[in-house]
């Protein structure tokens, strides 16, 4: 009788313990699939059975003192795009088409995800595809140009400070839904109240039908920012005082935020512009409410054009990778961004969205729940394991392991979509960081977006323009702000290139009360800053300068004091 099994009575426990090591690659070598297809056959008999019981009992041994990986080897279809290499050492290669179910990449600081993208973003381009990666707070993946020129790719490193501008352009045909969306962006990115709310809808609504845009009309100029300011100082007295004072307020704020140079613009850059070019788009230093506005309304356009092709079943033509997003994502709550429902629907129009996060917190769960590829990396809580954990299909052993054997570079994965399913290890390689790009090479790779054509606003963005004539009732909060933005310049005149935070202690602020500050001053153009790196990892520490017109300046309003 075979040694599988004793009468009638099913397999016993040696052979469910010989079934679940099987499952677990531990025979998957040549040898050990000779021992078990000799012992499937009744053949070897007793020696055989030796053999396989020592290598039982060896890896027993090894989980119980050492900790055994849990995981398979994946079973994979050979892809395009290679991404890394299995615990046995063989190369991962995935279908691009993949990323059009989206991937999401958990990991703390230090975790590898960054390094991941210097891996298989320019693989992704070289087989076809266009990306827009955003550097929220560090500028590392600028670097990501070398090996683009060494592989003969175009690649654009944007500053966000260059960007032309206009979020009340619309990106799509549809321009009825993009003047809904752009609204409750606006409403959001203000936090504004009801009656604001509808008083800034109807200002949007109205300066569409005085630009002539109705529906899929084709208009070149739309109206700007400070043309919303305009609106609500002819308005005048036809508003609510309070109404009128608060958007006016928070949205002198972000045009402030923004600068006068990006956002001046009836005719700015458009999603059809970043689908045809490979771009890095740089948000360090921006303020975060421009972020979101910025991000939420570039992304939709772009999403919302490829549907608006109406051609499915695409391959993969555009990626946009946020890099760190996760405290833009945490200011928008449980609404998450409100591109969040086009995932769920563009998933067949050759679009991806992939995010590099530090944990699941605040993230909307309409957004993880229609992200189909997830990535688990070395994270400092717990809870993120338990949660990530859930959704990865990892067992308690596998859990376990992960939180206890994590490294740099290794991951837990999972794919979207395919007929495999079952969660496995993958580590990236360890590449060489790429040298540093040259001011002359940005500049010239932005040549292509610069010579695009754009339309001017007529006049630059006045606070004036408001109606709530700040001038007209001078307070002493206003005066002395004025006055401390001119100590905070002075400072930095007379002690150029320190960190925000030593002046910030200097002057006995907090950093909220420094930044309303520090912002006003760049966008004026008095004050440079500048991203040094002190390390490969983390973000980069942010020194301030004082331009020429700055020093002419604060000299000019010291000699003015008594």
Known sequence: MSPRFKGNIGPSNHEKKVAEWVSRDLFRDPAGRALIRSR???????????????????????????????????ILPKGQIPFGVDTQGKVIELDPNLLRAHMVTFGGPGAGKSAWIFFYLPALCSWGARILAVDLYKRHLRRLFAIFATMGLTLAILDWRQLRYNPLQSPIKDTRLYL????????????????????????????????????????TKYPTLCDVLQWFGEKGKALNYSVRAVVTEKLEGLVRGFGEEIISFH????????????????????PENVKGLMLNSINFGVFQALIEQGIPNQDLRYLCVLDD?????????????????????????????????????????????????????????????????????????????????LKPGLFVGQLGEGEYREPFLIQTPNIPLPREVSDAEIEQSLRPLLDLPVIHADSPVSPSRSGINASAKPTVSDSNRSDLAMKFLGLVVAQPLRTVGFYTKALKLNGKQASALRQPLVSRGLILERSVSKSLRGRPSILLEATPQGVTAHAKWKGGRP
């Open 180 to 219: 809904s969306v752009i609204g409750e962006l606006l409403c959001k990115t203000m936090d504004l109240r009801a009656l604001s709310k509808v008083t800034l809808r109807r200002c949007l609504s109205e300066l569409y039908e005085h630009y002539g845009i109705d529906g899929d009309t084709p208009t």
């Open 267 to 286: 005719r700015a850059w458009t999603a059809r512009d970043f689908q045809k070019q490979n771009v890095v788009l740089e948000l360090a230093g921006a």
């Open 325 to 405: 997003p996760q405290l833009l994502l945490q200011d928008y709550g449980a609404e998450a961004v409100p591109f969040a429902e086009l995932v769920a629907v563009c998933r067949g129009y050759g679009v991806g969205l992939c995010l590099n996060l530090q944990s699941h917190y605040g993230v909307s769960d309409l957004l993880l729940g229609n992200i189909g590829t997830r990535f688990l990396g070395r994270v400092g809580r717990g809870e993120t394991y338990a949660s990530v954990g859930r959704d990865l299909g990892l067992s308690a052993e596998q859990l376990d392991w992960a939180k206890k054997n």
């Open 40 to 74: 499937a056959h009744g053949g070897g008999g007793e020696h055989v059975e030796r053999l396989i019981n020592q290598r039982i009992s060896r890896a027993e041994y090894e989980q119980l003192y050492h900790g055994v990986n849990p995981f398979r080897a994946p």
